[in-house]
């Protein structure tokens, strides 16, 4: 069989091709001359599965798309503390270059507008960094994300310093707050470096990806960002994203996303796939004008929707319960987060226990999360407490842990002694 997703993929490039509006970014020659005519997508799921349809391997550079990755790089390396000193986690509804800072605390709003990621870029590799070593220690970053060797596109990069008034300006008023302690031409030189990095829209999708799967880069499997740190750049991105569109677009797409002047647009669904588009015209706000509208059929044709309602979440969790003998066996399936293990304890305290032992069998358990585990070893240990042997059957470790809340540990048991005929485990 041949997967479709490619054609998926296809498709929606096919139906926004004639969506010929808007312009390609002329505030430096080097972009104005870019292809306009260019269209790629491309999906990586968080098992590192990549797909992609139309200009899949053409470089751009990055432009804005490098702002939550660094910001994620400096919550890894700093802490949210420290970060939040001199950026804000509000939406700005302004546009991206606006010259803007809170009035009362001078910081930048966000740090997807230049005023926030020119602060937070100064920061990484601690404050007394040269320009050179800070910017290695990104493109070294923005590399393993990607999970192969990116460039910094020069020619852009100089042209784009030589028109960086507007950024400089943004620096020097961080300056004169204190927000920054960088010179401002050193800031905007390695915030320029950065948005100056070359990739295509399937690096994007698997750096992406690595933000959707809690900071783990699905292909090479290189554990980057925690976990924690992922979560608040998708908060940021899911809020501030789109700039002065941001509202509109979480009702109307729904996918935490960023877009860059270079025409790339990408966007996260936490614990699903990373997906990234690249056409360069763009609209009023700077967001790529197909891309936009790519999205807008990602979302609705596939279902990815972050606020989506429907059942997906739904998945039945108890696979079989079986009277076995003196036993009462509970097959659990799929992944054990707070919704399925209320379901468990749900079924469980509803269920009419008459063995003098339950088993939970967690053989086709495919993921746990903390407070699925701690559920569900807290059901084992009431059920325990009520009179009954308890046994776990968890061949995958998915509870890692056995010990229970009293300190006691939860007995294991064989998995071959449970397994149903015809049933693999
Ligand atoms: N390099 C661009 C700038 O700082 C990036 C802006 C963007 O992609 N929105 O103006």
Redesign the pocket.
Known sequence: MKTPIPFYLQEILDSVRDKDGGKV?D?IPELAAAEPEYLGAALCTTTGHVYSAGDADVEF?????S?PFVYALALQELGLDAVREIVGMEPSGEA??ELSLNRDDHRPVNPMI?AG?IAVTQLINGVDSGVEERVERILTYMSRLAGRELEIDESVFGS?LDH?D??LSLAHMLRNYDIIKDEAHDAVLT??KQ??IRVTVKDLAVMSATLANGGRQPVTNDKILDADVCRLTLALMSSAGM?DGAGRWMAEVGIPAK????GGLLGTLPGQLGVATFSPRLNEE?NSVRGVEAFKLLSKDMGLHLMSTEERYGVQPIRHIIDDGDATVIYLQGVLNFNAAETVLHELERYDLSADKVVLELSNVTATNKMGRRMLKEGLRRIRESGFDIELVDPEQELEDLKMSDGTEVPVGDPEDYQIAGEQI
């Open positions: 970014a505030y550079t990055m432009q804005s798309l702002k991206f270059n230049n990621a784009e960086a507007r950024n915030y320029t948005c100056s700039y877009s860059g002047v270079a700077g």
